[in-house]
């Protein structure tokens, strides 16, 4: 005897052109990633900043930046590939 779940309705099919999950798939996730990958930009900026002020223990901000840097490259390698219906890594 199974206790999983089995719906009654099939799975959002989100390659469905009338389905409501296409337009969040094409629209809003591009926008989404898109505003992830300039917060992260900002941030690391402003930590940049931070570490060129006189007496600043650069050495933690500089890893911060670096950590900020690996993950914009991969979230716009992320959006490249979804943008392009690339498989995903």
């Known amino acids: 005897m199974s206790n999983l779940f089995t ?3 099939p799975p959002y099919d989100p390659t469905d052109e ?3 999950s296409y337009e969040t798939v094409v629209k809003r996730w591009p926008i ?10 900002r941030d690391c900026h402003t930590l940049s ?8 223990d650069a050495g933690p901000l500089e890893a911060k930046i670096g950590e900020g840097k690996a993950i914009i490259e991969k979230i716009s390698k992320l959006k490249y590939q979804m943008g392009r219906d690339h498989p995903l890594e």
């Open 7 to 9: 719906s009654t309705y």
């Open 18 to 20: 009338t389905g409501f």
């Open 49 to 56: 900043l931070q570490a060129q002020e006189p007496g600043a």
């Open 32 to 41: 989404i990633i898109t505003g992830v990958i300039d917060q992260l930009h």
